[in-house]
């Protein structure tokens, strides 16, 4: 696999077995880019760039292929924090992961604002997972990250394992004011320092560093590589002696220990340690995956891909069965999320297994799940108000679509079928959370089963219809809530069940008519109106919670 940097303007079009799509330039994009990867399509695609007017066009029917039928699958899309994917129009497809929760490699990352804040990660000789005197014999340190500025008293810490307070004994990897990063190892006599050319760190971009070096013997220098490539590694400080063991000595993330006052500004997306000298080739091959990714875990000791996206605990997935060189957190934030602004687009999803991971508040164009499971993750959602926007929802027949906490609000329809959410046989698994239609239109829900509901329309009039997917009962399991609208069973076959409570707001009307074989309505919670709550001829209602009656209860 090859890797590529979509530099700005027309990229044309990219043909060939293609490996990550990098995009990190604060400019416009106009780029279709096609691959074949073995005839299924582009295999990672990592947007970084800043530019809210970017357009990048990938994995679209544009150009078009085979009369416009053939979509151009993606394995995994990652719209790293701050970044912004505008595709406008055509459809998205995604084969595994879409990723706007924040990270580039992992999951998430993590942000220090340059003035507190601190990842711990201990010490220790264990044999296989232990960080102690890492380059005693040859190790390699690789870190993503992007800075802001030269971090606090222009020496922002990325990460280091040393003593500060008395003389120094470890090693450090840090900025300082020339956009240069500094790399000291500690010597009984002199310490080796060395440094990039000035400028080598643009402010705002994300950059892979990786240093390797064995420090037992003061003729050899580290090697520096920067994204990807051999820079310069200028000798700064002669060693001289024997290196010192950093035995006892903390490993510090962002920041030069608990004691602070050289946080790192910026964020930081992975860090990986090996006790051994990785090659410029493993390097590379390696640079954009995690760790399931990996084409090599070989004398892998320390891996932080920022999984969590919440909390104070960061795991070292090297040691995935065990709790060797486990992270604390404090201070600073993770990271925020990517925006994705669709325009008209349609996010596609079509592998057997995928996920959707986001945090805080994030707004796709219209979703398909196509084939497999697809499931809709929230890392930060810890009280439901996070909020998940999407035009609208198809569930193909023999898929399924999970949700996680969180609202998901859906605000459009499907322009050829003009159903907001359309279940066609697959299978929706909503066990928490809550789904919003804010439609500005009449439009049709086709779904058996919810969890919360609520119908918030733009006009008290306006009128959604709830159906089942082909003659099955209709079953909320938690609150059914009419903000404002009329929502109608219309053209329902069966029993509607609501677990919890049923509200329906001033502005709101529950309309239930007969229209069909079996008629139900069935709440088990409390019915509270304070609008309109109709009940045709026909139709049975089962108040078994009760009604708490405020506005106009009509039964025709």
């Known amino acids: 696999m090859s890797d590529y940097l979509v530099n700005p303007g027309n990229a044309g079009n990219i043909t060939g077995d293609l490996g990550t799509l990098f995009t990190d330039d604060n400019t416009q994009y106009r ?108 190790g390699t340190v690789e870190i993503w990250f992007n800075a802001a500025s030269h971090g606090e008293n222009t020496a922002g810490r990325l990460i280091q394992k040393t003593r500060t307070i008395g003389s120094d004994v470890g090693w450090r990897l840090n900025m300082d004011g020339s956009n240069k990063l500094y790399f000291r190892q500690d010597f009984s006599s002199a310490a080796g320092i060395w440094k990039t050319p000035a400028s080598t760190v643009v402010f705002g971009k994300w950059h892979h560093f990786a240093v390797t070096y064995d420090n037992g013997d003061v003729a050899n220098d580290p090697t520096f590589y920067l994204d990807g490539k051999v820079i310069a590694a200028e000798e700064d400080n002669t060693p001289v002696g024997s290196y010192e063991s950093d035995s006892g000595q903390g490993m510090y993330i962002g920041n030069q220990d608990f004691n602070s006052g050289n946080t790192f500004d ?151 079928t003009g159903v907001a959410w359309n279940n066609t046989g697959g299978t929706f698994t909503h066990n928490n959370g809550l789904v919003k239609f804010t439609t500005p239109a009449a439009t049709v829900m086709v779904e058996n089963t919810w969890y919360d509901f609520e119908m918030d329309a733009d006009a008290s009039t306006r009128e959604y219809d709830i159906r089942d997917t082909s003659g099955n009962a209709i079953t909320i399991l938690g609150n059914l809530t009419v903000t404002e609208g009329r929502l109608t069973s219309l053209t329902t076959s069966d029993a509607i069940t609501i677990h919890g409570l049923t509200n329906v707001a001033a502005n709101g009307t529950c309309w239930h008519d007969a229209d069909q074989d079996t008629n139900k ?36």
Not at 86 to 112: D, H, R
Not at 336 to 355: D, E, I, R, V, W
Not at 528 to 533: A, D, F, V
């Open 31 to 138: 780029s279709n880019v096609m691959g074949s990867n073995g005839g299924a399509g582009v295999k990672n695609m990592i947007i970084a760039s800043t530019d809210a007017t970017g357009n990048v066009n990938i994995g679209m029917n544009e150009p078009t292929l085979d009369a416009g039928t053939a979509t151009i699958p993606i394995d995994n899309l990652t719209i790293v924090t701050g970044a912004v994917f505008s595709p406008q129009s055509g459809k998205i497809a995604v084969k595994e992961t879409l990723k706007m929760s924040g990270g580039l490699i992992g999951k998430s990352a993590y942000t220090f604002d340059g003035s507190s804040g601190y990842i711990s990660a201990g010490d220790s000789a264990d044999g296989t997972y232990g960080n102690r005197n890492i380059f005693a014999g040859g």
């Open 266 to 416: 910026g964020t930081i997306a992975m860090v990986r340690i090996f006790t051994d000298i990785r090659t410029q080739a493993e390097l590379r091959t390696d640079m954009f995956n995690n760790k399931a990714g990996m084409s090599s875990t070989h004398l892998l000791a320390r891996m932080y891909q920022f999984d969590e996206g919440t909390g104070a605990a960061l795991e070292n997935v090297a040691d995935a069965a065990g709790t060797t060189g486990d992270a604390t957190i404090s201070g600073s934030a993770w990271a925020a999320a990517g925006t994705f602004t669709p325009g008209t687009s349609t996010l596609k999803m079509t592998g057997a297994s995928k996920n959707i991971n986001y945090t805080g508040d994030e707004t796709i164009g219209h979703l398909h799940i196509d084939a497999g499971q697809t499931t809709l993750n929230n890392l930060s959602v810890t009280d439901g108000t996070d909020t998940f926007t999407c035009s609208s929802v198809t569930i193909d027949s023999g898929t399924t679509f999970t949700t996680t906490s969180g609202t998901t609000t859906i605000t459009s329809e499907d322009s050829g």
């Open 521 to 556: 309505i069935i709440h088990n919670g409390l019915v509270t109106n304070l609008g309109t709550y109709k009940i045709n001829d026909g139709t049975t209602v089962k108040l078994n919670g009760g009604i708490r009656q405020l506005g106009t209860l009509t039964i025709a």
